[in-house]
Structures are given as structure tokens and as C-alpha cells.
């Protein structure tokens, strides 16, 4: 699955917000390291702390107890979104669990070909959209909860009707067919399957309507 540059971007910018968010939560104050500069010294100031990152190819994030540096994380840029942390202090494991646990979403997420359900995606807290499918994540589905795909057996998801309407008409053919054994063709004409579809497709949603009040 291609991702865009501007979501690439975007997701690196996911991860190293919550890293950098998680050492602030901790009580650590943060340093950045451009390979030739320190840009950032000591800062508690969110903003300032990533504003000072991606000036160059790789960021070293340096993480202090007070003026003790407890270790690193090392950003490479350009990658796969899920590996923009290239390495990072053993000491400062406990302290990532949450980042270490997004950037294994996000690698799952631009692994799958096709999204099917909200929890494979990534979504932007600005467009709503997946970064990596392009899904819209809008208002709760009232009957489902899903915001960007339907549950599976949910009666918005016109793709769960469709299996149930193609299900309901072989079963009716067969039906038939057993009922009339003598019978050895089930031709039907263009317009009668499509009046035979429509029907079907008509009498799940009646059904839907009347056993499930919300499906209007």
C-alpha cells in the first residue's frame, strides 16, 4: 500500500509526539540533538521540543533527570512511518510503552491491503481520514458505533445486505428447483433477475425496518 509523503510525515509526527509527550508525563525534560547542534536544551515545552526536530536526516532526543541524561532516542526520517525511531536507551523502555505500542499499530496498519474495520486505522486528528487507507472517521454509526466502517453484522453495511441478498436468492432458486425436480434448467430473463434482486433487496430492508426500529 502506498502511503503519501504528506501522511508518511504525518505519521513519524504521531510517533514522535508521543514520545516526546510520554518523557514530558515522566518528569523528564528534553534536549535535541541535530548531529552537529543542540538545537533545544533542557525544554519542557512540547511544541518547541518537535518544532526543533526534522531540520535534518536523523534527530538524537536526548531525555534528562534533572541535568542527568537518563539516554536517547535516535529519529531517522524517511523510512516506513512505524520505524521513525531507529534506537533508543535500554533505560528509557519503560517510559515508551504507549509510542512502542503506536508504531506497532501503525506497521500493522500499513501492512493490511485493504482496511475493513476502525481499529486497523490511523486517523488524523485534522481530516479525520485514515493516513493510510483514506477513510473518512466521522459521526458514530448509531446502531454499530463504527465511525469509519460498519460491524460486520451491522444493518447499515450495505456489503453484509449484499451477502444476504445473494444468499437469500440461491437459496430460493434451490428451492424451487427441489420442488420441481422434473425441471432441469433455472434460466431467468435480464429483466426478471434484476426485478428478482430488487425485490430481495426489498423485502431484507422491510424486514430490517420492522425487527430493528433504528433501520428506517
Known sequence: MTISND???ELEALIMRSAISEFL??????????GEDTTVKHSTNAEEIFNALRSTDEDYLRVFRDTTRMGSVIFVYGNEPGVVINDYSTALEPFLTKTTALADQINDAAANEEHTKDEQCI?????????????????????????????????SNDA?????????????CASV??????????????????????AC?????????????EVR
Not at 486528528?125 to 493510510?132: E, G, V
Not at 431484507?204 to 430493528?212: C, F, I, K
Open 7 to 9: 501522511n508518511r510525515l
Open 25 to 34: 508525563e515522566a518528569g523528564f525534560n528534553l534536549s535535541v540533538f541535530d
Open 123 to 155: 486517523v488524523s486528528p485534522a481530516t479525520n481520514l485514515c493516513l493510510i487507507c483514506g477513510v473518512e472517521h466521522g459521526d458514530e454509526c448509531p446502531r454499530c458505533g463504527g465511525k469509519g466502517f460498519h460491524a460486520e453484522d451491522c444493518p
Open 160 to 172: 453484509k445486505i449484499d451477502s444476504v441478498v445473494e444468499d437469500a436468492q440461491l437459496a430460493c
Open 177 to 198: 428447483a427441489k420442488a420441481f425436480p422434473r425441471i432441469t434448467t433455472g434460466d431467468f430473463g435480464p429483466a426478471e433477475t434484476i426485478d428478482f434482486k430488487e
Open 201 to 213: 433487496y426489498a423485502a431484507v430492508r422491510t424486514w430490517l425496518s420492522l425487527n430493528e426500529p
